[in-house]
């Protein structure tokens, strides 16, 4: 009896640590993530239109000062009004930048301010497992 009610207590622990709401960081960071995704995705898609290839480019570190400047010159970049996922790429970028500057701007911590970083950004390297797999 004991062991089935310890069962039940964990179980229910766990589903009261699933449930907990996403803390901002974790918002920021998985909104910024899938912010990079679709774009490299837009990108590489079959059907780019000609304005896509001209977009800034978007890597996003949400720990770099930067970030801020590198959402707003997206969002304002005039071209491709017209592609719907342009669309909707800017207006996920456009709430990503409302979430830091306003919602979350007391809980992050930017750890660096090198713009560059963002324009080339250093990948991490390949795992050589994943090379010969």
């Known amino acids: 009896m004991k062991m089935l009610l310890s069962l039940i207590a964990l179980l229910s622990a766990a589903l009261l640590v699933s449930a907990a709401p996403p803390t901002c960081y974790s918002r920021v960071l998985s909104l910024s993530k899938e912010i990079t995704e679709?774009?490299?995705?837009?990108?590489?898609s079959k059907a780019v239109d000609s304005c896509v290839e001209?977009?800034?480019?978007?890597?996003?570190d949400i720990h770099n000062y930067c970030v801020l400047a590198k959402l707003r010159d997206f969002v304002a970049y005039p071209r491709c009004e017209r592609v719907l996922e342009v669309s909707e790429l800017k207006?996920?970028?456009r709430?990503?930048?409302?979430i830091m500057i306003s919602y979350?701007?007391?809980?992050?911590?930017?750890?660096?301010?090198?713009?560059?970083?963002?324009?080339?950004?250093?990948?991490?390297?390949?795992?050589?497992?994943?090379?010969?797999?």
């Open 54 to 60: 001209m977009l800034p480019r978007l890597y996003l």
């Open 95 to 98: 709430s990503l930048y409302t």
């Open 38 to 44: 679709s774009f490299k995705e837009l990108q590489t």
């Open 104 to 133: 979350c701007r007391r809980d992050l911590a930017f750890l660096t301010d090198d713009c560059n970083a963002l324009e080339s950004p250093v990948l991490p390297p390949i795992e050589p497992s994943i090379i010969e797999s």
């Open 91 to 93: 207006e996920k970028a």
